[in-house]
């Protein structure tokens, strides 16, 4: 074997498209971008959604609906979860970094719990917001519910 003699294993090059390499390869001259034009040129870029000068879609179709900015989301949380979170840890006081460490919220989210689901242990949960059934289901069990600070703060 010699250096000459290497090639690439079959099939693990894929040919490009040698072009402007002079009349004899069949792809000189205009190196295949066509006469004239901004295409032909370099340094061409195309502005996104251009469409020949033609009204881009973006233009046509009509802008619906609102977007409210001070809108508050909330990660939901089902009191399931909750029941699920005791079974496994066995921990009765459910925090939010308790959520964080089992994974069910990130570090910035806002957390609501919702009444989905059946709760069998007394807990004492701290969260941002709750639903009316998870208040009395938890409440039923002789668990506590501590609501954290305004929901705008973050």
């Known amino acids: 074997m010699n250096l000459h003699s290497l090639k690439p294993a079959e099939n693990s090059t894929k040919g490009s498209k040698r072009v402007g ?11 295949t ?6 295409k032909s040129r370099s340094g061409y870029s195309q502005k996104i ?4 000068g033609q009204m881009p879609i973006y233009r046509i ?9 001070n809108r508050v989301e909330y990660n ?3 009191i399931s979860s909750l029941q699920y979170i005791y079974d ?10 308790v959520l964080i460490s089992n994974g069910l919220m990130k570090k910035k989210d806002l957390v609501k719990v919702l009444g989905k689901g059946e709760l069998t242990c007394k807990l004492n949960v701290v969260a941002h917001a ?12 002789g668990g506590s ?5 305004a929901a705008n703060e973050q």
Not at 21 to 31: A, C, D, F, P, V
Not at 61 to 69: A, D, E, S, V
Not at 88 to 97: A, F, G, V
């Open 130 to 141: 709750f639903s009316q059934t998870a208040k009395e289901a938890i409440e039923k069990n």
């Open 49 to 52: 959604g251009f469409e020949g």
């Open 76 to 78: 939901a949380i089902n």
């Open 33 to 38: 971008r066509g006469h004239k034009g901004a």
């Open 145 to 149: 519910i501590q609501i954290i600070g």
């Open 88 to 97: 496994k840890t066995n921990i009765s006081e459910i925090t939010p970094e």
């Open 21 to 31: 390499r002079g009349q004899g390869s069949g792809k000189g001259g205009t190196s």
């Open 61 to 69: 179709l009509p802008k619906r609906g609102f977007k409210n900015i």
